[in-house]
């Protein structure tokens, strides 16, 4: 099985940084996603990393946050620049990775970021 361990996220103004990790444990062979859940609305996908490398942005976050793996590819990290109050949100990590000959996907517990103007 694959756990899922997210860190990170807090509280900043508009404009601040923060950055989030998931890291995922029982496979080196994991595709990345970030999802985010503003108070109020469902759950919608904030930014991607596929096993090959292949990269996603939502378009809310183009140009502002930046997703990337440690060398290893078990933790990846979303770092999150120009954060504006509507960036407020419960962010969660999945992933689905390949342990043997089977696929897991599995959810980390999500973390809390709030953005204040």
């Known amino acids: 099985q694959v756990q899922v361990v997210v860190s990170g996220g807090g509280s900043v103004q508009a404009g601040g940084s923060l950055r989030l990790s998931c890291a995922a444990s029982g496979s080196t062979h994991c595709k990345f996603e970030w999802y985010r859940q503003p108070p109020g609305k469902g759950r919608e996908f904030v930014s991607s990393?596929?096993?090959?490398?292949?990269?996603r942005y939502a378009e809310s976050v183009k140009g502002r946050f930046t997703i990337f793996q440690d060398k290893d590819k078990v933790t990846v990290y979303l770092q999150m620049t120009s954060l504006k109050p509507e960036d407020t949100a419960m962010h969660y990590c999945q992933t689905e990775c390949l342990v043997g000959d089977t696929w897991f996907a599995n959810w980390g517990q999500g973390t809390q970021v709030t953005v204040s103007s």
């Open positions: 990393v596929e096993r090959d490398g292949t990269i």
